[in-house]
């Protein structure tokens, strides 16, 4: 079946400008994470979405970043007043059973890839 | 705060010898950790659980609490398993998600 996808692959903004970066998650799946990978670094946690439950956004970096999932599917992550070091690749991860613990599997996307000038 | 680290950015082996991609970690609790593994042009995907204790595709990890280890070990490379392998270690977070904390990666070059 079809994976977890994003979009879009590729962005490029301007410094200043709001981005909004797409997830669909697997069908079915309860369970929608966000994480981001800088240059250099390892992916790091941004944000949690189980159901319809409150998201967990301790990850998120500043409040320029904020994230909804609507109807409890596809997600959108929006970044406003993009600085340089937002620049990185974006990945969507879905699970189906987060409760699960480490029998749980986060299924990736492919990334989106942004790039502040 | 938890932590993994992968000291080595890149390993190179030769096809059919052994490989040993190190991985510790930092965590006050009981550990779940997971190697997964991303192919060139491809998705990061799961390569293997400490908690199934199982071998998959010739790879094997055990968790060595006592020296917070959970190398990824294959007796024979193969030219395929050239990839970038990352180390993760899960936590729960609020609303019982698994937050997954990464390491910075190891790429592995099998050569001929």
């Known amino acids: 079946g079809a994976g977890v996808s994003q979009s879009p692959s590729n962005k490029v903004t301007e410094k200043g400008k709001d981005v909004e970066l797409r997830c669909d998650p697997i069908?079915?799946?309860?369970?929608l994470y966000w994480y981001r990978q800088s240059l250099g670094q390892g992916l790091e946690f941004l944000i949690y979405f189980q159901g319809n439950s409150a998201p967990d956004k301790s990850g998120l970096p500043s409040d320029r970043f904020s994230a909804e999932r609507t109807g409890g599917s596809v997600s959108t992550l929006t970044i406003q007043r993009t600085q340089q070091e937002d620049s990185a690749v974006y990945l969507c991860?879905?699970?189906?059973?987060?409760?699960?613990?480490?029998?749980?599997?986060?299924?990736f996307g492919p990334g989106t890839r942004l790039t502040v000038l | 705060a938890q932590r993994v680290t992968q000291p080595e950015k890149l390993l190179s082996v030769f096809k059919g010898a052994p490989v040993e991609l190190k991985c510790n970690y930092s965590y006050s609790g009981s550990p779940e950790l997971f190697w997964y593994v991303q192919y060139s042009r491809q998705r990061l995907q799961l390569l293997l659980r400490?908690?199934s204790r199982e071998s998959i595709k010739g790879f094997t990890a055990d968790l060595n609490k006592g020296e917070t280890s959970f190398h990824l070990k294959k007796p024979f490379a193969q030219e395929e398993d050239s990839a970038m392998y990352y180390c993760a270690l899960s936590t729960i977070l609020t609303g019982g998600g698994n937050k997954l904390t990464f390491g910075t990666g190891t790429q592995l070059k099998v050569e001929l």
């Open positions: 400490h908690i």
């Open positions: 991860a879905s699970s189906l059973n987060p409760f699960a613990g480490g029998t749980d599997t986060q299924y």
């Open positions: 069908s079915g799946h309860t369970a």
